[in-house]
């Protein structure tokens, strides 16, 4: 695992994309507006006193896509040939459903721009609906689905129907059973090493605080990682102590981000 947008000295900065190659690239990102019945039942019959709720949630998303290199700093601005907004009205889970769909030809791929879409258009419904339910609940923006580039194509729906746990597959399991553990930029070179793999049962917690204290069982030069000014990720994600974590991940610890 690399954290592409830090450089060797854990300096963040944007990824020079310049040699790769132009291809076609794909996104397809999801989420959800639940709400009460009595608020969808308005939104469809257009009584919200705001107006046209879904034309409005539209535009906001693909401009939002359109603009995402001015909200996620480390993205590139895009000339993104597609963008559409998708909503499905759902009486039984009393929600709207969003789906961005985002296409461009170029050299980096658009997950962050669908993603922004379906996140600003569920923010845009939460405004236009909330003079009559503050209560209502943005959940489950993930992306679905991409295409092109180097990784090729990539969907939640494959990714889950050939896990091991969905497979059954007790031997395809048990490679898992352990953490990957990579040290980056400078701790590198102040730990010599750079990946320590370490059993999921030396762990005495489920969470970064106990892969820290696994690691200090091991070697004591890894007190280190205890101070505040060490950084964590759990499969790409930034982490704190607190964040659970399962057999499979890949946590990588470097230096604090300090600028570009």
Known sequence: ????HLNARGEAH???????QETRREARARGAVRMQASTLALLADGDLPKGDVLATARIAGIQAAKRTHELIPLCHALALSKVSLEFTLDTEESCVHVEAFCRLNGRTGVEMEALTAVSVACL????????VDRG?????VRLEQKRGGR??????QAASETSPAATGDEDAISPAKTLKVQFLAELRERFETAEYTLAWEQLPSADIAG???ALI??????KALLGQRVLCARNEAMSQDGTAISPGDEIAFFPPVTGG
Do not use: N, P
């Open 1 to 4: 695992m690399t954290l592409t």
């Open 14 to 20: 944007m990824v020079d994309v310049a040699d790769k």
């Open 124 to 131: 845009t419904l939460y405004d236009m609906c909330k003079a």
């Open 136 to 140: 209502m609940i943005i959940d489950g």
């Open 151 to 156: 990784s090729g194509e990539w969907s939640r």
């Open 211 to 213: 892969v820290k204290l």
């Open 217 to 222: 069982e091991r070697d004591g030069k890894f």
